[in-house]
């Protein structure tokens, strides 16, 4: 594996999923390093703090161009920089988002997606009780409306925070609306139509996949992988 | 690929995380099953649901030894059994939950644990405002005493959702006090001894990696994959 980055040009025609869903990772390092005041890092340096190694860091990013000098290491600003217009964040991304139960409600307040490009644009929720009421300054809309909210706003992201038996319905409203990227809390498969992406978060799954290992003591060089 | 599934003994030694990770889909897509009354199903059906082909459950599968007939397909309640029994879910598995937030009380209040062997069993914060008040039926502890807890209760899991300036500190502290696997809604990388397992949820992350795909209007085969 040479040091130095070469650009591979039929590699750049289509990085593989795996290595786009590295990248927020990489960028969120970048960020907590210029928080730290670090300006420059090579790639074992960055590679050592998300557990993933300097050569899988120069293979990922070779996808996309030059970045980096040899024996110089990463600019973190422009890195960052670059990651964040690959990953489209050059621009604010307006959310949907669907079910204001308790996960709702904590997803609203979350301040981790601001300042990353991601804004909450709609809360909305199917439950009268709820409609019309307020996160932090931000109303509850009804279900109903979302397919308007979503097309004025011009909205192609939305998480679904809604029990497994509604995702399905919601996700189908959501679509037909223009959403075409989901991220879904829901425990349950959602079929959607092709060019539509989504993605899945179980915290139940995750657990299950660990007390695989502990039921059996197995200690492993991938514990600790950071796409997980 | 043969249709019936044959035993390989060596990759039964160490089944790839990956389909480790899968397991758990499996077996709640076969949980929704039994709760539609539907006893027996194909590879074929169980993979049109969780959008996996049916070759890759079979091959999923033989990492384990041999489920289902030949033509007849699985027994619903029998291979959710098995597959339970792989992931260690025979018994229950207490897990102690620190950072109650906004997160951290949505996911102390989340019904998905319950009845799939996870059982929140403790709650800890520093805040001395939140120590000694209520979610639901239970208790926030002080996290000066999740040291204790964890030892009398022989915890080995913990699910972490305190700021990311701060998760490193718990880690350490609950690997200490005898933790062996960590779900961390933290958003950053863990840094942990040997043998003790990190899995991460980062909501923003996983957006940023779809809006990747909708800055370039990409589709692919790909788009809803379980995994992710």
């Known amino acids: 594996m040479a040091i130095g980055v070469e650009v591979d040009v039929d590699r750049m025609e289509a990085p593989p999923d ?31 703090r998300i557990n993933v190694t300097a050569a899988q860091i120069r293979k990922d990013l070779s996808y996309f161009g030059e970045f980096g000098k040899q024996g110089i290491g990463y600019d973190v600003r422009k890195l960052l920089q670059q990651i964040e217009d690959i990953l489209g964040l050059s621009h604010e991304w307006p959310v ?13 307040r979350y301040e981790g997606f601001r300042q990353q490009g991601i804004r909450i644009a709609g809360l909305f929720d199917s439950n009268p009780e709820k409609i019309g009421t307020m996160i932090d300054d931000m109303p509850i809309l009804s279900f109903d409306d979302a397919d308007t909210v979503i097309k004025e706003q011009g909205i192609r992201l939305a998480i679904i925070a ?42 139940v799954a995750v657990l299950h996949s660990m007390t695989y290992y502990l039921a059996r003591d197995v200690s492993g060089a991938r514990q600790n992988d950071p796409e997980t």
Chains 1, 2 share one sequence.
């Open 18 to 48: 795996v290595v786009i869903r590295r990248l927020p990772l990489y960028a969120r390092s970048l960020r907590y390093l210029l928080q730290e005041g670090i300006e420059s890092v090579s790639s074992q340096e960055l590679g050592d």
């Open 96 to 108: 949907a988002l669907v079910g204001i139960g308790h996960l709702g409600a904590a997803i609203a």
């Open 162 to 203: 809604v029990p497994a038996q509604r995702a399905q319905e919601v996700a189908d409203r959501l679509v037909m609306a223009g959403v075409r990227a989901i991220l879904s809390y829901a425990p349950t498969v959602l079929q959607v139509p092709d060019g539509v992406w989504v993605r899945y978060i179980d915290p």
